[in-house]
């Protein structure tokens, strides 16, 4: 069956690191790959999307290219900030309209 | 414009109990969606509406969780007889489509609901 696999978390990085939290799927067919994000306190957001293979979301300053060949879609930031801390989920959607998620990881931003 | 909203945000409630969640979509939304997350895993796959039908049941854990959304719009998972292993965040979210594709899924706040 379909499934996402993120890495898990906490990832703990100083202000202005290199992100990435890395994502894999399996999956019949090419479904739409997603990344969410869950504030403290807050309701899930969609970060950014790609609906297609070599396909690229942005959003806020993260990207993600949907990799066909690799079945991934790692989540990249230049220099993260205090206030990207949160819990981020990858997730896709299936023929059945189902978002198919991940655990979710954790990213904890220290100034 | 108003996002999507959930009551109560906070649930106690004893073993044996029943309880209502309710959900308030985004207005025009014909999708609706229950997903309940436990503590360090993504959200799992309740229930899913089409207007006032429900689409798909099959993430219904077992005979003692029900939804409705009589008129479209406002949704309630309902639980009878809860147990302590029901305890975990539910969520709702709508969307202005079902359709298998990139529908956006709009979340809410979520119900923390507690069976002690």
């Known amino acids: 069956g379909n499934s996402v696999t993120q890495m898990e978390g906490p990832v703990t990085l100083s202000e202005e690191a290199f992100l990435t939290i890395n994502c894999t799927y399996t999956a019949t067919g090419y479904p739409s790959l997603f990344w969410y994000v869950q504030y403290p306190g807050e309701g899930l957001q969609l970060l950014l999307k790609a609906t297609k293979a070599d396909d690229k979301g942005s959003n806020k300053g993260f990207e993600a290219t949907y990799r066909k060949e690799t079945t991934s879609f790692h989540l990249e930031k230049g220099s993260v900030q205090v206030s990207d801390s949160a819990v981020y989920f990858c997730a896709l959607i299936d023929s059945n309209y189902q978002l198919i998620w991940g655990a979710g990881t954790k990213l904890i931003i220290k100034p | 414009g108003a996002g999507v909203s959930q009551t109560p945000s906070n649930k106690v409630t004893e073993k044996g109990k029943y309880v209502e969640l309710r959900c308030d979509p985004i207005?025009?939304?014909?999708?609706l969606y229950w997903y309940r997350q436990s503590l360090g895993q993504g959200p799992e796959f309740l229930i899913y509406?089409?207007?006032?039908?429900?689409?798909?049941d099959s993430g219904l854990p077992n005979d003692r969780f029900f939804a409705v959304r009589p008129e479209g719009s406002v949704s309630t998972l309902k639980i009878q007889r809860t147990e302590r292993g029901d305890s975990a965040v539910y969520l709702c979210a709508s969307s202005p489509q079902g359709l298998a594709g990139v529908n956006e899924q709009y979340f809410g706040p979520g119900t923390r609901l507690t069976v002690t």
């Open positions: 207005s025009g939304h014909t999708a």
């Open positions: 509406f089409q207007g006032t039908g429900a689409a798909d």
